[in-house]
């Protein structure tokens, strides 16, 4: 399920949804939707769009993982752990052979609620593809999968060369530069279209640059983030 929530910031709208659906942080996701600062003639806030983990977590698997912390982690133990890890490496290797690719698939972290599986192939860029598209198509089967398993409850968060990692970084950047080419010509910049986890990246990257705004436009999945140039009043 979906719900729209606003607040003066980022943290009242989050605490009010937690409040009104009376659950507890760990149990939804957050997209942010719009950021506008507060002006002289205009109250400050933010307005988002909570995914409840129950009903749409494979909508959600890719919003709020942070991959900075936990693609830098590698467990002492690679190889699989129960029934339910072996039946879902199994799953992973079946899909990406018959693809018609080498891999070999490993545990990288294992933490409640989350494990990390990282792809070794020699096609790795295949299996990204263009913006990521291929893997996070690959993590979403994973999370379908491990709910056929009975661990709804679990996310799958797929990784292959530290691609997540490095595309955090790199659309960091582009937040920034996006800015600095708005507010130098003040018109605005449609970015490319992307995942939950993304938009929320650029937004809450910008959060803080008191001359700009984003914005989430589109439907589905890969929504696209409007950076707005609004000025100090």
């Given amino acids: 399920?979906?719900?729209?929530?606003?607040?003066?910031?980022?943290?009242?709208?989050?605490?009010?949804?937690?409040?009104?659906?009376?659950?507890?942080?760990?149990?939804?996701?957050?997209?942010?939707?719009?950021t506008q600062k507060n002006s002289l003639f205009k109250k400050g806030y933010v307005k988002i769009r909570v995914h409840t983990l129950d009903n749409d977590k494979t909508y959600s698997d890719n919003e709020e993982s942070d991959y900075s912390e936990n693609y830098s982690r590698l467990v002492a133990d690679p190889l699989p752990q129960g029934e339910f890890e072996e039946k879902l490496i199994e799953f992973i290797t079946s899909v990406v052979e018959k693809m018609g690719y080498d891999i070999k698939v490993q545990v990288t972290f294992r933490e409640e609620k989350k494990l990390g599986i990282k792809l070794e192939s020699s096609h790795s860029s295949i299996l990204i593809g263009r913006k990521g598209k291929n893997l996070d198509a690959l993590q979403l089967l994973a999370n379908i999968y491990a709910g056929r398993l009975g661990h709804e409850?679990?996310?799958?968060?797929?990784?292959?060369?530290?691609?997540?990692?490095?595309?955090?970084?790199?659309?960091?950047?582009?937040?920034?530069?996006?800015?600095?080419?708005?507010?130098?010509t003040r018109h605005s910049i449609l970015l490319e279209p992307m995942n939950p986890f993304e938009r929320r990246l650029i937004h809450t990257t910008l959060n803080d640059i008191p001359d700009v705004e984003t914005k989430s436009e589109?439907?589905?999945?890969?929504?696209?983030?409007?950076?707005?140039?609004?000025?100090?009043r």
Avoid at 220 to 230: A, D, E, H, M, S
């Fill in 218 to 232: 589109g439907d589905g999945l890969y929504k696209q983030v409007r950076v707005i140039y609004k000025g100090v």
């Fill in 1 to 34: 399920m979906t719900y729209e929530y606003e607040g003066k910031t980022e943290k009242e709208a989050i605490e009010k949804a937690a409040a009104e659906l009376n659950l507890e942080r760990d149990q939804f996701d957050v997209e942010i939707l719009e």
């Fill in 153 to 184: 409850e679990v996310r799958i968060i797929l990784d292959t060369e530290n691609y997540r990692i490095r595309r955090e970084e790199t659309l960091v950047r582009l937040a920034y530069t996006t800015a600095d080419k708005v507010r130098s």
